[in-house]
Nanobody, 126 residues
Framework: QVQLVESGGGLVQTGDSLRLSCVYSSPTFNNYAVGWYRQAPGKEREFVSAISWSGGGTSYAASVKGRFTISRDNAKMTVYLQMNSLKPEDTAVYYC???????????????????WGQGTQVTVSA
């Protein structure tokens, strides 16, 4: 199974920025859509953002639109999530997922994705 490894999480203050990275272990995933989900303590896992295989299509949850930007560098087999103007409600474990189509990443069930990572913790203090 192709592995996805997230990094870049940490503890920051309200208004700060972080950039998450998701590195995949095979160039096969250059042809897959990749996305980010997050899960806060006591809450359901929720969709954050997704990007098509080419980078030409993106999707964002309403709660992060205008603050987060997703991008990818297929040469580096990496997808990024630039998070600006962070808020305490952004605190969560962030997971990278991959599937064949961006529509599948946006609307799919976490356990049915082709692959997903172990997550990286983002904590935003007030």
């Amino acid at each position: 199974q192709v592995q996805l490894v997230e990094s870049g999480g940490g503890l920051v203050q309200t208004g700060d920025s972080l950039r998450l990275s998701c590195v995949y272990s095979s160039p096969t995933f250059n042809n897959y859509a990749v996305g980010w989900y997050r899960q806060a303590p006591g809450k359901e896992r929720e969709f954050v953002s997704a990007i098509s295989w080419s980078g030409g299509g993106t999707s964002y949850a309403a709660s992060v639109k205008g603050r987060f930007t997703i991008s990818r560098d297929n040469a580096k087999m990496t997808v990024y999530l630039q998070m600006n103007s962070l808020k305490p409600e952004d605190t969560a474990v962030y997971y990278c997922v991959a599937d064949s189509l961006i529509s599948a990443v946006v609307g799919g069930s976490f356990s049915e994705f082709v692959s997903w990572g172990q997550g990286t913790q983002v904590t935003v203090s007030a």
